[in-house]
Structure formats: C-alpha cells, structure tokens
C-alpha cells in the first residue's frame, strides 16, 4: 500500500473508533483532526467522514472489522501518525489508550506496540532527512 493510500487508512481507522461509542470526545476531535492535518485532509472534508461514520452504521462496521483485522498493526500505525511531527502529545496518548481499549488490545501491550510506533515514525522522519 503507498503511503498516502495508507495514512488515509489509518485516518478512517481513527475515525471509526473514535465514533465507535456513537459519542466523539475533544480529545479525539483534537487528535482526528491533528492526523487529517498532517496528511492534508482538509477540516470540511473530516467533518463529513466524521458525518458519514456516525450515521452510517453498516460503513462504520465495515471499517471497525478492518481495523480490528490487525489491531496491534493498526493502533502502531496510529501511533507513527500521532508521533510524525516529532512528539505524542500527552492528550493524543490519552486518546490512543482508549482506542487500544476499543481494539480490545490489553494495557500491558501498550507500551510495546506504542513504542514499535514511535519507532516506525523515526524511521520515517529519518529516511526523509537523508
């Protein structure tokens, strides 16, 4: 998958467990749009897959089960997105907890996959410098 095709991917992903209580918290709001800008979703453009994944529960399904195909994959990849700009912000961790909850990934993994995707943001950042 390219990398744009990708970061969409986890944005959607992101989406979809942030709406998945049918109730989208600040703290999520702050990091969905946070991952839209940094791939360069334009605000009208989230505010309408936000739209579309609260009111439509059979495409909200659809992307949970991909999301929870690869949980562990999928809260990484979150987690190089939200790391990207060079830090996880302690509210942008908050909210990647819960949606590790939401993916039923227990607490005790956290940490490692957290740090696969720092990891895996490095690596990113890196092959972009040189």
Known sequence: MNPAREQAEILRAAIVLAVADGVIAASEKGLLKSLAKRIGVAQETLDRMV???????????GLFRIAAADPELTLELLVSTAQIDGAVHEDEQRVLLQMA????????QFDEIFARGIARAEKIRNSKRG
Not at 51 to 61: C, I
Not at 102 to 108: E, N, R, W
Request: no cysteine; hydrophobic share 40%; aromatic share 0%.
């Open 51 to 61: 739209a579309s994944a609260l009111h439509d529960e059979a495409a909200r399904e």
């Open 101 to 108: 909850e939401k993916l039923d990934i227990p607490v005790s």
